[in-house]
């Protein structure tokens, strides 16, 4: 597993299991009780993690996925060089 698989599994990991002490603020933006949820997830280090969840996919939507998270903001320093874009992403079957 690569440095950056790493440090980006770090932030996946405190967002499923929901390890408030590693981020420092979660908002949610969108829910849509039992269809949709997004929330953004802002790390100590600045990185800003925007998470998606969806029951099933809805028409319109840019994947067949039900779990989505997507790095916003780049974290400072970023020693491990990561970009913004999707990080992970938990398909349906």
């Known amino acids: 597993m690569s440095k950056i698989t790493n440090h980006t599994n770090i932030y996946v990991t405190s967002i499923i299991e929901d390890i408030q002490t590693r981020f420092t603020n979660e908002q949610t ?10 929330r953004e997830y802002t790390f100590e280090d ?3 993690i925007l998470y998606e969840w969806q ?4 028409s319109g939507s840019s994947g067949k996925f039900n779990h989505r998270f997507t790095l916003k903001t780049l974290p400072k320093p970023n020693l491990h060089k990561l970009k ?10």
């Open 46 to 48: 600045g990185a800003v």
């Open 29 to 38: 933006t969108k829910f849509i009780e039992g269809e949709e949820i997004k």
């Open 55 to 58: 029951n099933a996919p809805r």
């Open 84 to 93: 913004t874009g999707i990080i992970k992403e938990i398909n349906y079957p």
